[in-house]
């Protein structure tokens, strides 16, 4: 069972994505935001991250570059209201992006993929 | 990358014998630009490797043009050594070879390649290509800021092609700067696809990207802002070379790495190294000429119709046919069209159905056919709107690379 680490400021997009998940049968630990989020990747080691963009306290880029810097090669999938992100290059070191919606299932198929491109090498 | 039998022409009047951090400067018939491309060289070195001992080194392809007095006598406080190919030997590849088993010799712990057409290379160029070489990375591939319309055969056909043969987003895979540990440099040493032609000329760079890609080892993308090259060989119409050289080499990989790439499930990103160089001059315009491109890709059809005929598919080619009858106005050629002619010409390169130059360039009208398209539908985007275009496009390849395993298995 892949575990999946959600991290996000807003605690109903918290529950909503460890509902759903959980009952894809992933294995789903959330963080409400950036604090020591690195030592709780190298402790819990989670397969896949899906990482919100615009948090109150962090930058969720600059969240995907600390984590890249450590774990190169743990999947990423940022999560966001608006898609203007694009124009900060940082992003393209993220695996996938999402905008955010009750309807999960273009997270789903991103976290399906990118999963499965870890496991094809 | 096999050892050339025939004897290298060296210069190395500060007899430098050993080095921990080399730049290598690639050039032909570069006089007029080696010059300030070393002293960039020189002051990169300096302000961010200045506790290493370095040297500039001059890969040469027996320029004519004084290349080799203009680099020897620019003022540098870094050491540096000439090497050329021998008389009547060109090509970028040999350039490299001869690059790397000097860098080898002199063992250094990192090579740092850099093209002596750019003329916007700066000091942080090589910081950026270097730095994470002394991180843990074993190459380091650059991220340009460059007009949409510059450098068309690395967007639509080599990025997309290794991204879904070999999983991981690399956007660069033919970039002419980059920069590798001492582990790859073993391995292009030593690898048996080495001596290939294609790769002793523009194929080098998407071969060396390959086998980095393919080794498994940690590599990342390091941001070096704009190339403004004095002669672009990857424009919007690329240079048939180059297109022969580049997809050839690609597509002679995919046997090689058959059992590799046929294993591999969609795609993965690239760690990226080097924000933070301030401002970045925007690219300037580039004239595209939908004309050209337009009657270039029907002119393929008066050439090549028969052997397309052939290669392709009944769907396939009707498709093309369609596409040939819209107008430049209505052109559009789909990405799904384009994946699906790129995969069938892998295949026949693999069987040998036809004569490999022929072969190769009978692809690159079709091309051209689909550049125009890229040109026509991101003509109102900004550089970063096409850059999701163009992501858009690796995805469909991705998706449909089933059709490729499938052609590929049915040949064998």
Not at chain 2, 135 to 148: A, C, D, I, M, N
Not at chain 2, 369 to 380: I, N, Y
Request: aromatic fraction near 10%; include cysteine.
């Amino acid at each position: 069972m892949a575990k999946i680490l959600v991290v996000d400021d807003e605690e109903h997009i918290r529950l909503l994505y460890s509902e759903e998940l959980r009952e894809e049968g992933y294995d789903v630990i959330t963080a409400e935001g950036g604090y020591r989020l690195l030592d709780r990747i190298d402790r819990e080691h989670p397969d896949l991250v899906v990482l919100d963009i615009k948090m109150v306290d962090y930058d969720g880029l600059d969240l995907l570059q600390d984590i890249r810097n450590k774990f190169y090669d743990l999947p990423v999938i940022l999560s966001t209201a608006y898609d203007t992100f694009k124009e900060d290059m940082k992003s393209i070191a993220a695996d996938f992006y999402v905008v955010k919606s009750f309807d999960l299932g273009e997270l789903k198929r991103k976290i399906k993929m990118a999963l499965e491109a870890r496991a094809s090498e | 990358m096999k050892k050339s039998s025939k004897l290298v022409y060296e210069e190395n009047p500060e007899k430098v014998e050993r080095a921990d951090v080399v730049v290598g400067i690639s050039s032909s018939d570069s006089a007029e630009f080696i010059g300030h491309t070393a002293e960039q060289a020189a002051s990169g070195l300096l302000d961010y490797f200045g506790s290493k001992n370095s040297v500039i080194i001059n890969v040469d392809s027996d320029s004519r043009d004084r290349t080799k007095e203009v680099f020897l006598g620019t003022t540098t406080e870094v050491p540096k050594v000439y090497l050329s190919t021998p008389p009547g030997t060109k090509g970028r590849g040999h350039n490299l070879r001869n690059l790397v088993t000097k860098a080898a010799e002199l063992k250094a712990e990192a090579v740092i390649v850099v093209d002596a057409a750019f003329k916007s290379i700066t000091p942080l160029w090589i910081k950026n290509l270097g730095e994470p070489i002394f991180s843990g990375f074993s190459f380091v591939s650059p991220l340009y800021l460059r007009h949409k319309y510059e450098g068309v055969l690395t967007s639509g056909i080599a990025y997309p092609l290794t991204r879904v043969l070999y999983g991981r987003r690399v956007r660069q895979p033919s970039g002419g700067d980059f920069a590798f540990g001492m582990t790859m440099a073993e391995t292009y040493l030593h690898h048996p696809t080495g001596g290939e032609k294609a790769v002793q000329q523009a194929g080098i760079d998407v071969w060396m990207t390959t086998l980095a890609i393919t080794q498994g080892v940690p590599i990342c993308q390091s941001f070096v802002g704009r190339p403004n090259m004095q002669r672009s060989p990857d424009g919007v119409m690329p240079q048939v070379s180059a297109f022969v050289d580049v997809v050839g080499t690609v597509f002679d990989l995919m046997g090689f790495f058959q059992e590799r790439w046929q294993k591999v499930k969609w795609s993965k990103p690239t760690a990226v190294f080097g924000f933070g160089m301030g401002e970045v001059e925007a690219p300037p315009l580039l004239e595209v000429s939908e004309a050209d491109l337009y009657r270039a890709f029907l002119q393929g059809f008066s050439q090549y119709q028969t052997l397309w005929e052939s290669l392709l598919d009944t769907k396939t080619f009707n498709k093309l046919t369609e596409v040939k009858n819209l107008p430049v106005a209505h052109f559009s050629f789909p990405s799904e069209l384009w994946a699906m002619i790129v995969f069938r010409y892998a295949v026949a390169q693999s069987n040998q159905l036809t004569d490999r130059q022929t072969l190769l360039e009978s692809l690159l009208p079709i091309f051209h056919g689909k550049s125009l398209s890229f040109v026509k539908k991101t003509e109102r985007m900004s550089i970063q709107q096409a850059e999701e275009y163009i992501e858009n496009e690796c995805m469909i390849f991705e998706e449909m690379k089933s059709y490729l395993a499938a052609d590929w298995q049915g040949k064998q």
